[in-house]
């Protein structure tokens, strides 16, 4: 079944609770066309020669380059230990806005590579959950730091248990969100210095099952997806709680951008059955300031191209056009913002 061959991106023991996505909800209807304002381009990673296997991560930097994080030849075990060798091809590929290949590097660097973020001075920032690390680097791929310690897993300042993202504040303060082991966000210092946690496993306020995604607003805000809580929870800075973002038409949310020109928080999530094991698609949902839907689209708009993937992280530019990397197609998509 190749729908499952990366899965251990799920919980056996969760009842998974079937959502229709037919279901209208905040007033979208979805037997109108949902894509709005959007079209899909053909696979958009048109790069002959180089074989992409799982984009797990994916961004952007103020040029527009898109910078993708994928497994190469490497598969997430379904059942059994993480790998403990690391992957021999590059793992970070970088393109143009266009689709022309501008650079690859992180060869023999990583076991299990997952989020990716580009902070505002276009450093690389990229979560291991094989290494239990998270890794700056310049975007050429000289490594600026490391948290975490290799191959070791825990829960205090110094050690993370398969960290799944990053996001860099304006002040350079890191918060890392930890991860697939433990439920919590951690946030360091712009040095790396440790200042401060919060959550726990659960479903309360405040709480994560697989925080998988996080990004921040332009006040500072800290978003996370709470994947399989089927919700978005928004934090201050300090890690107060301020409020969650839930809608029945939300699948588990697999990774959130937040726009800031349009001050839309940009989300994909992943529907699944069968206890988690079988992917049913995903789709792209664009999330008001208040909320409320203003756009949800993919698998039920886009079937014509065969689209039944599993989007794992999203980004945008400055144009509003959508990328989304897609682990069981092995492919990147962009969704072009119509004129
Ligand atoms: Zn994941």
Redesign the pocket.
């Known amino acids: 079944m190749s729908s499952i061959y990366t899965s251990m ?1 799920f919980k056996f023991l969760y009842c998974v609770c079937f959502v229709s996505l037919l279901q209208s909800c905040n007033g979208i209807d979805r037997k109108n066309n949902n894509s709005g304002s959007y079209e899909m381009t053909k696979e958009w990673s048109p790069i002959k020669n180089l074989k992409i296997g799982s984009p ?1 991560g994916i961004g952007i930097d103020s040029k527009e380059n898109i910078f993708i994080f994928h497994r190469a030849s490497r598969t997430w075990p379904l059942i059994g230990a993480m790998p403990s060798d690391f992957i021999k091809e590059r793992t970070i590929i970088v393109l143009n806005k266009n689709g022309k290949l501008l650079n690859s590097w992180g060869e023999n660097l990583f076991i299990m590579p ?1 989020g990716l973020t580009i902070d505002d001075e276009d450093n690389v920032w990229v979560s291991d ?1 094989g290494l239990h690390q998270v890794f700056k680097f310049s975007k050429d791929g000289k490594l600026l730091m490391s948290l975490g310690i290799a191959k070791v897993a825990g829960s205090d300042s110094l050690h993370f248990n398969r960290p ?1 993202d990053i996001a860099i504040a304006k002040d350079g303060s890191i918060y890392v969100s930890d991860g ?1 082991g433990n439920s919590r966000i951690v946030k360091f210092s712009a040095a790396g210095k440790y200042l401060l946690e919060w959550g726990k496993k659960g479903n309360d306020i405040g709480e994560f099952d697989i925080p ?1 995604s996080i990004t921040l607003d332009w006040v500072g805000n800290v978003y996370v997806a709470d ?1 399989e809580n089927k919700r978005i929870e928004v934090f201050n800075n300090k890690g107060k709680f301020l409020r969650e973002i839930k809608n029945n038409a939300f699948g588990n949310i ?1 990774a959130i951008y937040y726009n800031k020109l349009s001050k839309q928080l940009i989300a994909v999530d992943d529907e699944v059955s069968w206890f988690g094991l079988k992917h049913n698609g995903s789709n792209i949902i664009i999330i008001n300031a208040d909320g409320s839907i203003a756009s949800q689209f993919g698998k039920e708009d886009f079937k014509a191209m065969h689209l039944k993937g599993w989007f ?1 992280d999203v980004c945008v530019d400055k144009t509003g056009n959508i990328y989304v990397g897609d ?1 069981l197609e092995n492919k990147v998509w962009k969704f072009r913002k119509k004129e």
């Open positions: 991106d797990a997952h959950v799944t697939y998988h994947r697999c794992h682990i």
